[in-house]
């Protein structure tokens, strides 16, 4: 009898540790699984920001400064600009030499002449005439300082109201940049190509609309849902002819997929074509688990997935870039974006006329002068000539020097009649 109830002691003991681990093991995976899902939000976030904004404004897992074709910490990024140096569009070429762009700010981007945005020197893509592709002609007259292009999955997978959600997105993402712009000064172009089994052109860069216009696109419902196959090759090759058809200092293809493409052959190569012939920054965002990671990091360049695992995640998403860009609430952005958009009384165009910059009405830059002391503060200045006269000039700060404080002491000195000053 004791021993009986000595064994049923034991055996109810082991049961309740048993249950006891097999609660706590499922509160870790629970737990597990839940940071898991809030990590790859603000590791996608991660990527958004600092590849269209370009700088580190947000505290996350992924401590990672995209550029073009790959990713590196942030101090060897630091080391890597001071190499390469930052001194203005004059670095900067189109068509052949990618690596001379940097991931440029909007703050860097603000303080340069959009007349002055590289433009695409021959090298112009275009899709065979059997792939059926949209061809998107050049504009290099229409400047800007960032060129954006949106390419949106919306293959049968996807399903009608997953893709709504992913609108949603996109639209707040376009409302959150016009803030952005408008306050910096700076000039984007922006793009957007749907695609399933065809590739359709929904925002033409060339037209040059505005971000108000693009979002009434969303807004009347105008982006429409076209079931099909996943071509996402034949949408990177609608989307590079976007990016080089305009002039810009950066070029920026956001990719969102739910999945493995399965028609038009493997976007990869052609991936990296546009990274490194175009100095294309790509973002890969890919939704739900079931993404092939290898296709997703050969279009990105980079070593790790930037994805979301619901297409739910969406709204969760945009916080995370509302409160990176200091915009409080949903509330917030839209109340500054309608006021943006009350002074903007332009129209959208789905087509609109190609114009070449003429070479006759392109005048010279010369090169930056010294730098000159003027009252409290140090600036350099150049002029642009054409036909033999001055047809713009351009003034930049510069950093003080103790040698042209005494050149100015020693002007100054000659002037009140003391030794001349040679």
Known sequence: ??????????????????????????CVIFLAVISGCSGSRQAAADAIQKSIFGVPQMEGPVEMMVYSGGVESLSSAGDRSRKMGREGPSQLSSGSDSGARTAYSFEELSHMSVKQAPKQRGNFYRPKEYEGLPVVESCQAVECHLNLVVIMDSSGSVGYQDYQLELSFVKTLLEIMAVKAHDAGVKVCTGIVSYSTRVHVEVDPCCDNSFCRVVDRFNERRLQYRAGSTNTNGGLKVARQMLQAAASYKKVALLITDGRSNTGGSPIVFARQMREQDGIDIVALGVTRSVNEAELKGISGLEFVTRIDVFDEFHELATILLEANYLGSEYELQTSFE???????????????????????????????????KKNRCVQTRTCKLDGGVAETEKRECPCSDVGNFMAAMRKKSKKGGRPYR
């Open 1 to 26: 009898m004791l021993h009986s109830k000595i064994l049923t002691s034991i055996s109810q003991k082991q049961w309740y540790q048993r249950r006891v681990r097999g609660v706590m093991l499922f």
């Open 339 to 373: 006021e943006i958009c009350s002074i903007d009384d332009s129209t959208f165009e789905m087509e609109c006329e190609r114009e070449e910059p003429s070479e006759e009405d392109e005048c010279a830059w010369g090169a930056w002068s010294n730098c000159v002391r």
